[in-house]
Nanobody, 117 residues
Framework: QVQLVESGGGLVQPGGSLRLSCVAS????????MGWYRQAPGKQRELVAT???????NYADSVKDRFTISRDDAKNAVALQMDSLKPEDTAVYYC???????????WGQGTLVTVSL
């Protein structure tokens, strides 16, 4: 079973940048569609971005042109580069792995991102 470990959250001022990282515990990483989701206080969890092993990406409209998702299958890792951060980006960010063939999903423990003065 895949386990995901996230890192890189923290406090940043509006307009700043943060980079989130997620490392998977096992190989066969390429069969998983990787994604980042977030959940703000009092709100439902929402998609931020996903990436396939072929490099195909999908972004929420709210983060397009500000966030970039990338993956390194050799390192079983996926990253989310977040630029031009806004207070409304404040949330717990979760890494997600979805098996391309079975649909089986795994979630990381979440990392808090706070955008504030």
């Amino acid at each position: 079973q895949v386990q995901l470990v996230e890192s890189g959250g923290g406090l940043v001022q509006p307009g700043g940048s943060l980079r989130l990282s997620c490392v998977a515990s096992r190989s066969s990483f390429s069969i998983y569609v990787m994604g980042w989701y977030r959940q703000a206080p009092g709100k439902q969890r929402e998609l931020v971005a996903t990436i396939t092993s072929g490099g195909g990406t999908n972004y929420a409209d709210s983060v397009k042109d500000r966030f970039t998702i990338s993956r390194d299958d050799a390192k079983n890792a996926v990253a989310l580069q977040m630029d031009s951060l806004k207070p409304e980006d404040t949330a717990v960010y979760y890494c997600n792995a979805r098996n391309l063939f079975t649909g089986y999903e795994v979630w990381g423990q979440g990392t808090l991102v706070t955008v504030s003065l």
